[in-house]
């Protein structure tokens, strides 16, 4: 597919890096920074424009005339949609995915589409983080929260620690232990090495799971793995700017929030639109304002600023301190590899989060949802079967029949509202949603193949 | 050293065994014509193989993708390495040593076209062949063919590419996939050499020899199968035919794809360097004429205009195709066509020297510092052909030149030291650092370059070498830092 990315920045420079990597794709990206365009170029296999993203001049040169996708990734909500609107207007560019982050634009849903302007996707990485870092607060102890199909299954990351009931047990007594309640591990990973999970996979301190769940049976799987944890109702956000308010006012309702940001006219501006919120002017790694804030009593200490390092140091502060769970927001893949590790608790990357639901849209038709996992090492993806028994290879077959590529697990399906868990007798119907889990991503290619089937080429 | 050498080996090993696979061409048509070198080729193209595979699998455990350094590190290898193996069936075959048949391969595969052979027409037609297809794969470069069809070398491409693609102003690409605009480049490279083969054939010419002589033009390579080059068919529709060619070589081949995909010519005119390329020529090809009319080399226009016309365009596209003895004409005449060969080819084309486009930014450059004496308040930024040329590349470009001229000196140097005649040792240099071909004196077009000796004819090699790579590639090779950790 023919792709053009708008924008260089960390999200534009992450889509590119993802994209480029499936033979499939030809992507160009435009910016009006050449500094940053010629080291992208140097270490990617893409064509680059120098230009501004709106202008169809430049446009023209990237060769908008025959792209499939154009992907507007710039600072500016206006240019990116003013740039989509220029696509459809004078290319007729099929499909436009714009980021657009002001809710301002977002909540007005008659402002896209058919009479409005013509962006067939919006995506607010902001909003994206800001709801992944708020349902990994709802379930603590979780690493990673991942929704399915709507919500109604959902991915979830943990680390298994003793205490939990089904640590080391094998995987084929979960059954025992919750006999009302389904779920299938997808993966396992021990000292950063998948391996296989098998019904006499013991699952041993330290592993870090994957499951899949309905919704409603995530808790009880895991307190299965780890000692439950008592909900989150202390959180201390660091970070007052786009993800830190918008999860202050997602949270504030239930939970206790404080929010310390160090600019005083921007906690001027978040208090006013805050309403429980208690909102802190000063600096998130200040020992004494955070001692005053009792923060060995807070649950939760998310640094959400701008500055990773300043994230970083920060959370590692107040894990020090004594809060109980810490989380930063961290872009550099290669230092969230290095903290996860050490004393806090949860990275948070905005492009593994954010890139997941740009792939769904450029994958072929049948996949609805992707998630990038383990730095894109992993992907899980959410893939819709089309046809009948002939021209499938899944549909009509049962799941044991089905050869899946090395390292993947088909973890659940969903059949209009019921979820099902993955059994090696439950055949697949037309129109089931399928959740997959890849281990290594190379594999990608033939998952792909093997749910198109031939009916693509009806 | 080993880390940075042995990932790089890796890969050459994979351009050995096509080199090896190549030379089945000459292989089948020894085979098809029983002819004498048939073992010469079953050997050197085994032999190869084995070298390659060996290498292969020799250095399987330091596979890695490449970074930028291994890059440069792998083209200048296979610039070096690649016309020992290149030369093996003519070191086998002909009685010749190994100095020359590098020195062969080598003007072979950087489209020089100066040859250390003579009685061509008495070469068996398989060992022509190679002669020619050496010259038609190093035309768009050995490098950009295996991007194109190994699709392993992936990411660090594009350094590559840079590495090996002459210009100064590579970071545009005709399509965002490395692989698929090298293969689109040897997709129009193979069309036009298609269509010059059915032209020349057309014209008269026998299908061995209007393959050859299409290899040549297109790479603008310059190798014969006769002593007396194009002289030796004697037909102005031949000499019309190779010369249009000629032209379209030293174009850029990113402008013939875009008038194609455009179809139309208008991509031409927007191409500030075609539209200099074909000022100078016309204004070359008539003043000379004029001239040797003038000196009484020939007795009418239309003659002159044919003996002028074929070898300028020849020696100034670096071809060194040649109809004519012209080391006879006037001293005049030769030299304008060999400084005319430093600076004609375009960027992006198959030809040699330092490129009309380097040669438009600095002429605009002093353009520029001229005005700015007269105005000492001006901003004018450097446009070619409308477009801005940022700072840093008119930098390079001067840094490339000084590099260029100082190779150029040195070089001459070396050889006049070795005891070469003043006229022999500069043009011989020029010749080989532009890919030019025949020089002037005693390896002018009526001789070859079988009269240096060993070590005069290693220093023709390492020229032709410089000129091909554009000497940062390969002086590259010798900076420290490229092989400090």
Known sequence: ?458 | MKDTLLPVAHVFAMVIMVVAVIMLAPLVLAIWGLDPALWAFVVSAFATFVIGALLWLGTRRFKRELKTRDGLMLVALTWVALPAVAGFPLWSYLPIHFTDAYFEATSGLTTTGGTVLSGLEFLPRSINLWRHLLSWIGGMGIIVLAVAILPMLGVGGMQIYRAEMPGPMKDSKLTPRIGQTAKLLWAVYAGLTVCCILSLRLVGMQWFDAVCAGFSALSLGGFSNYDANIGHFDSVPIELVLSAFEVLAALNFATHYLAWSQRGVRAYFRDSEAKAIFGVLFISCFGLAGFLLFKGIYADFPTALRYASFNVISIATTSGLHNQDYSLWPTFAPMWMIFLSSIVASSGSTGGGIKMIRTLILAKQANRELNQLVHPNLVRPLKVGGSVIANRVVFAVLAFVFLYFMSLASLIFVQLASGLDFITALSAIVACINNAGPGLGAVGPGANYGVLNDFQTWVCSAAMLLGRLEVFTLLVLFTPTLWRK
């Open chain 1, 1 to 458: 597919m023919k792709i053009i990315i708008l924008g260089a920045g960390q999200v534009g420079r992450t889509a590119a890096y993802h994209l480029s990597r499936e033979e499939a794709n030809d992507v160009t990206v435009i910016d009006s920074n050449e500094e940053i365009l010629r080291d992208l170029q140097d270490r990617l296999d893409i064509r680059t424009v120098t230009g501004n993203a709106a202008s169809p001049r430049v446009l023209e040169s990237a060769g908008i005339a025959n792209t499939d996708i154009l992907v507007a990734l710039t600072n500016s909500d206006e240019v990116n949609m003013l740039a989509c609107q220029i696509a459809w207007t004078l290319y007729r560019t099929p499909k436009k995915i714009a980021r657009v982050r002001s809710a301002d634009f977002t909540a007005r849903d008659r402002l896209f589409g058919e009479n409005g302007v013509a962006v067939d996707v919006w995506i607010s990485p902001e909003q994206l983080v800001t709801e992944y870092v708020a349902r990994l607060i709802r379930y603590p102890g979780a690493l990673q929260v991942l929704d399915f199909a709507d919500g109604r299954v959902r991915l979830v990351g943990i680390r298994a620690r003793q205490g939990g009931p089904l640590v080391g047990e094998e995987l084929r007594t979960l059954r025992v232990h919750i006999p009302n309640i389904d779920a299938r591990v997808a993966a396992i990973y021990r000292a950063g090495k998948s391996i296989k999970p098998e019904g006499s996979t013991v699952i041993v301190d330290g592993d870090e799971v994957f499951f899949l769940a309905a919704r409603k049976d995530i808790r009880a799987v895991m307190r299965e793995m780890r000692r439950e944890e008592a909900p989150v109702r202390r959180v201390v956000i660091a970070g007052g700017g786009n993800i830190g308010f918008r999860l202050a006012s997602e949270l504030e309702a239930k939970n206790q929030v404080k929010l310390i940001e160090r600019d005083h006219r921007r906690a001027r501006r978040v208090s006013e639109q805050l309403k429980t919120t208690t909102v802190l002017h000063g600096d998130a790694a200040d020992e004494d304002l955070l001692l005053e804030e009792n923060i060995d009593s807070a649950d939760v200490f998310a640094a959400l600023t701008n500055s990773e390092e300043a994230n970083i140091l920060s959370a590692m502060l107040a894990k020090r301190l004594g809060a109980h769970k810490v989380m930063a927001l961290i872009n550099k893949p290669s230092y969230a590899e290095l903290i996860e590790s050490g004393s806090i608790d949860i990275a948070i990357s905005p492009q593994t989060v954010t890139i997941g639901s740009l792939l769904a849209h450029v994958r072929h038709g049948d996949v609805v949802r992707v998630h990038s996992l383990r730095r894109g090492a992993a992907e899980a993806l959410e893939v819709v079967v089309h046809g009948d028994a002939d021209n499938s290879r899944v549909i009509g077959r049962r799941i044991e029949d089905i050869t899946l590529p090395e390292g993947t697990t088909l973890g659940a399906v969903v059949r209009g509202e019921d979820v099902i868990i993955a059994h090696h007798d439950i055949t697949v119907q037309p129109d089931d949603h399928l959740i997959l889990f890849l281990t290594d991503r190379r594999h990608l290619e033939a998952v792909e193949k093997l749910f198109q089937g031939s009916a693509s080429f009806l």
